[in-house]
Every structure is written in structure tokens, then in C-alpha cells.
């Protein structure tokens, strides 16, 4: 059996199981806290975030241009987050709306954080769009060090945990 998956996986180590749903059954309630994934295109990061919000039960959003969460290495880095977490329509994130930005941005650890809340991330290489950003508030994560900014799902991992421990 484990050379028939690794026959059809698209994957570099095959998964030793598989499974068939329908993306209709996929949760569709609403969560008070989102991650809304601006144009990320990296389905690991996706994944990742996906996992990190089932941890924290956040939802995530997904915007045009973002890697597919049902695609085989968002599904494997998600290690089924996928079925626990809402995906929620792109209009319908609740507000206020933090966009979390690499720099200038009001300090996360000063930032008023109550839920509802959406949490804006931004691609890998661009970041959030300027029209997304003038719809949210600036919020930054200091970084001391010499990178330029954090890794996407990294931000994101840290900002729900930031949410929770004031909770």
C-alpha cells in the first residue's frame, strides 16, 4: 500500500493514509477572532495559519490570490486544521481590523486587542496592499534583530497568542 500513495501523491514523502470529502463540508460558522490571509501564496504558510487558528479557535479568510487551502501541502502542513476551522468569505471578517505590518506600526504589546477582531496578514514578498491597510489599524511586532520582517504564519502565531494571554 505505501508504494500505491507514494505513486499518487504529488508529495516528496507520501502521506500513509488517505481520504475524499467534499470542500461543501468544510465548517462555515462565523469565529469573533480571524486571520484574514491577504494574497499569501505559500501553501505551507497557509496551512500553518490554518493549524495556528484552530489552536487559538480563531477562523481564517482567504483572499484572492492565496495559495489553496485544499491543495496537498497546505493540507499536510494544516495536520487537519482544515476540518476544525471556518473558513469565512473575505466581506464577512468582523471588525475592528488590526493589519499587521512590518514596520511603523503601533507596537502589538501596546495595542488595544479585544475580540471581535480580524487580524490582516499580507503576502510573503509584498505585504498588505495600501487600499487593505487604510482599512485597518497599523499594528507591529518589534523585532530587535537584523531580519527585515517575520515570517507570515510566524506573525500570525504570535499575534493570537497575544490576543489569548489578555484574554
Avoid at 54 to 75: H, K, T, Y
Avoid at 102 to 129: C, N, Q, V, Y
Wanted: with cysteine; aromatic share 4%; net charge negative.
Amino acid at each position: 500500500m505505501p508504494e500505491l500513495l507514494g505513486e499518487v501523491s504529488t508529495l516528496g514523502n507520501p502521506p500513509r493514509v488517505i481520504g475524499v470529502y467534499r470542500s461543501a463540508d468544510l465548517r462555515k460558522e462565523t469565529r469573533d477572532v480571524v486571520l484574514a490571509l491577504w494574497r499569501v501564496s505559500d501553501p505551507g504558510n497557509v496551512g500553518t495559519l490554518l493549524r495556528t487558528a484552530d489552536a487559538f479557535g480563531a477562523g481564517v479568510s482567504l483572499s484572492a490570490e492565496c495559495a489553496d487551502p485544499l491543495g496537498p501541502r497546505a493540507l499536510r502542513a494544516s495536520a487537519g486544521a482544515i476540518f476544525r476551522v471556518p473558513l469565512i468569505a473575505w466581506g464577512d471578517m468582523p471588525e475592528p481590523r488590526v493589519a499587521l505590518v512590518a514596520h511603523d506600526g503601533e507596537p502589538l504589546a501596546d495595542a488595544t486587542l479585544e475580540a471581535p477582531l480580524t487580524f490582516l496578514l499580507g503576502s510573503e514578498r509584498e505585504g498588505l496592499s495600501d487600499e487593505v491597510v487604510a482599512q485597518a489599524r497599523r499594528v507591529s511586532i518589534p523585532t530587535p534583530g537584523d531580519a527585515e520582517s517575520l515570517n507570515v504564519a510566524a506573525a500570525g502565531a504570535i499575534a493570537l497568542y497575544e490576543l489569548s494571554r489578555r484574554r
